[in-house]
């Protein structure tokens, strides 16, 4: 099996979920977003198809990294690869963390005719859902770009059938993670 790939595996992320995290760039995303930091990412032709089983490997190698996030493009094009590799992650002790740009909501719907989408859900630990909205852009909002997206707790949220957010993340500023800084400094 294979997954179409926007980059190579980038190890020691700061930014793109809690603690430090290897990041699986994914290719191809239908929404288009304005302002999207990733547009290389959007066609479904572009980037490179790679098997699984050397990602696989590249996860084997990992160290000092607390999880896994996938981004793209959106992995949602890809649920069954995205899953499978989640699940993998999760069996060497990795979290999982997940962009969209679909809502939780969306996703729920389309699983109903697609079950993949399913099957990845239920291996993510931590989803941002929501298309980037530049009006709503800020740099306050911790791990998001615009503050409509959310941080949610994706087992609590399949077992309760509704979203349930990520508390110390559900903050509308970020103050819980950003620190303004106070005094001068030299």
Known sequence: MTIRLAAD???DSI???????????TQGCPHNCQGCHNPLTHSIDGGAEVELDYIKEEIDLLDGQDGITFSGGDPFLQPLACSVLAK?????????????????EQLLELSKVKIDILTFLKEI???????????????????????????I????SLKNKQVVLVE??????????YQKPVGVYI
């Open 88 to 104: 993998y992650a999760k069996t060497k002790g990795l979290n999982i963390w997940c962009y969209t740009g679909y809502t939780f």
């Open 125 to 151: 630990d931590v989803l941002v859902d929501g298309k980037f909205e530049i009006d709503k852009k800020s740099y306050s909002t911790t791990f998001r770009g615009s503050s409509n997206q959310r941080i």
């Open 9 to 11: 595996l980038q190890v």
């Open 153 to 156: 707790d994706v087992p609590n």
């Open 168 to 177: 110390k993340y559900d903050e509308e500023d970020g103050s819980c993670f």
């Open 15 to 25: 930014v793109d979920g809690e603690g430090i995290r290897t990041v699986i760039w």
